[in-house]
DNA sequence: TGTTAGCACTCTATGAGTTCGAGTGCTAAG
DNA sequence: CTTAGCACTCGAACTCATAGAGTGCTAACA
């Protein structure tokens, strides 16, 4: 258990290295607000929360740095939140103040903000777009073999692929393929149009279109293959403004890491409703193991669900991303719930 | 002017210093095959080379170093060029092997494999999609208040863009306004579209459609807004791995400048046709002094036209990457030429 | 009993002094 | 013109000494 004292000490130890980046000794501590007793007090008090695996040495005369389970505490029980600053907000909210109407769009340049603002990396998951409900499907020819399907969604995604079609095809057929597939399709969300393209349409089409399996194998192709997600990136070069990075070898795993998507899931704690904050080893991927991660869920309308990231050095500003990600996520849902409910 | 043994000497030197990063000294040179002469006359040589600045020491006594003119001079006059080997050939290929009938797709994978097989970073610079010509509009109504434009172009690119529209329009007017369009704008080239749209369709609107204006406005604007070009990169993060970039804050720089897509046309030099070098400060930016890139133009069909370009340090492969780009672009013009013009 | 002053001790960072080796330029002989 | 030889230079790596920040412990104090 820890006395008031040392929680004071704690947090003032902690604060003070996130904002120096260098171990902090008795006599810095002395020195701050808050704080009245002797550095030798400080000395006790520290060697205390040391022995309760709080703090850290870098080496036997040296002053302490938090240790895991320091910024554990830290985060769990001692951070006060502050509002976030005016001048951020209007950052934040000159999204809006353009007339973007696309979620992507304002999702992509919210990430670049917030990287902007907090000198760090931002991931923000989209809406899983396999929820999206198709409102409306075409196929327009292109030349004799090739043509481009296109399937717009309820919230304005539009998925395109081109596929190759035989090259004598009746032009009508692909009509009539369009409208067969309009009428049983529309409402269908993307993640059940594959198995309801298989089920309710290849007997329809088998019975009004001459050569259906050349034309639907295709077509069927190209709806299958994965596209890449949507996933934003803000300031993935922040990384190189921390001084806490400077071995070139990590930096490179930890880019490769993010850059990569399919390590996305182990980095977002998707599905987790509300903040979630994961320190260093806390994280499932061995190059983060440096690395603290923020994130906090946004909802639009009441259903779909993304991520908001902030990717930092374990030393990070707790405090100000914990702040600036509530109020961020509470803004985003707001109005792109506004936006995609039509208003 | 430059004996043949100076000759040699210089481009052994090159060869040497392109390989191991190191100053090379007399000595080493030696040993190096075709030549024979002793340590001593390669030292005369040497010093004659670097008097005519080919060739530069880091300190008094170390070996030396290509300058940016033996750079030049080296991939001027001796660039020995060698056949692409086999299995580099094998991993370009595989592009095609999938079904990949999407030109973005085929770009996008050829900077990958690119990055991957050189360890530098590649930049692919699609065709001007503006140049491209409409075969099909389309406005899809979202909600009361919300539509979506789509522009399908004979390549099989899609453009689409949200735009709002009066909550109570009648959807036969929008119906009405798809077909004025359709009608007039087929065959224009994206480039053209905009003046196109004003100039022809505007009084043909305003005569059949009742609140033209609002709508067209907002669809006007939708289609204005500039969209991300279509650069593609490969092995962004490959620069980390270069021995020659150890200060963070230069990589810092140096991504900076490739991330941000306003650089683009400082970096590659658009419209020059064939293969281009520039060497260190023969870049425009300052941030790439310590950079050479390598670029290549293909074509699509007769005329259009996108780049591809290696960006590695100063110390790059030149020989080898002169000759894969030279195979890479000739593949892919081809390809690409066969896809587009449907076989 | 908790707090504090004092002190010996530890460890890092810094800078000066050495040595080693690779490399050079120059000279003189072949 | 080429080459062997040699004095010289400079960076890299190592040692050594010092300064400074910080610790832990002890003993005195309130």
């Known amino acids: 258990m820890l006395t008031e004292r040392q929680l004071l000490i704690l947090k003032v130890t902690v604060d003070d290295y996130i904002q120096s980046a260098q171990p902090v000794g008795s006599n810095q501590l002395t020195k701050k607000p808050g704080i009245t007793s002797s550095s030798a007090t400080i000395r006790n008090e520290l060697a205390e929360l040391e022995s309760q695996g709080y703090l850290e040495k870098t080496h036997t005369s040296s002053g302490r740095i938090p240790s895991q389970k320091g910024y554990r505490y830290y985060v769990d029980h001692l951070l006060t939140p502050n509002p976030v600053p005016q001048q951020d907000i209007v950052q934040l909210r000159s999204v809006f103040e353009e007339k973007v109407t696309e979620t992507e769009e304002i999702i992509k340049r919210s990430a670049g903000i917030l990287s902007e603002l907090t000198n760090y990396t931002s991931i923000l998951l989209g809406p899983d777009i396999r929820k999206h409900i198709v409102k409306k499907l075409s196929i327009v020819p292109l030349s004799p073999g090739m043509a481009v ?12 692929r081109v596929f190759s079609i035989p090259a004598d095809m009746d032009p009508s057929d692909i009509e009539k393929m369009v409208n067969i597939l309009n009428e049983r399709l529309i409402g269908v969300s993307l993640y059940d149009l594959h198995r309801r393209l298989e089920q309710e349409t290849l007997a329809l089409l088998r019975q009004h279109i001459e050569r259906y ?10 709806l299958l293959l994965p596209r890449a997600d949507n996933v934003y990136y803000g300031g993935k070069l922040n990384i190189l403004k921390q001084p806490d990075f400077h071995d070139i070898q990590k930096i490179r795993e930890l880019m490769d890491v993010m850059e990569e998507g399919k390590h996305i899931p182990e980095i977002l704690p998707i599905g987790a409703q509300g903040l979630q904050i994961r320190i260093g080893s806390e994280n499932a991927l061995a190059a983060m193991e440096d690395c603290s991660v923020i994130t906090v869920s946004y909802d639009i309308g009441d259903e779909q669900v993304g991520s908001i990231a902030i990717v930092g050095p374990k030393r990070m500003d707790y405090r100000r991303i914990v702040s600036l990600l509530d109020y961020v996520s509470g803004d985003l849902s707001k109005e792109l719930t506004r936006l995609f409910q039509g208003k």
């Open 213 to 222: 399996g050349e034309l639907f194998r295709t077509f069927q192709q190209a």
């Open 149 to 160: 399907a296109i399937i717009v969604t309820d919230s304005g995604h539009v998925e395109n």
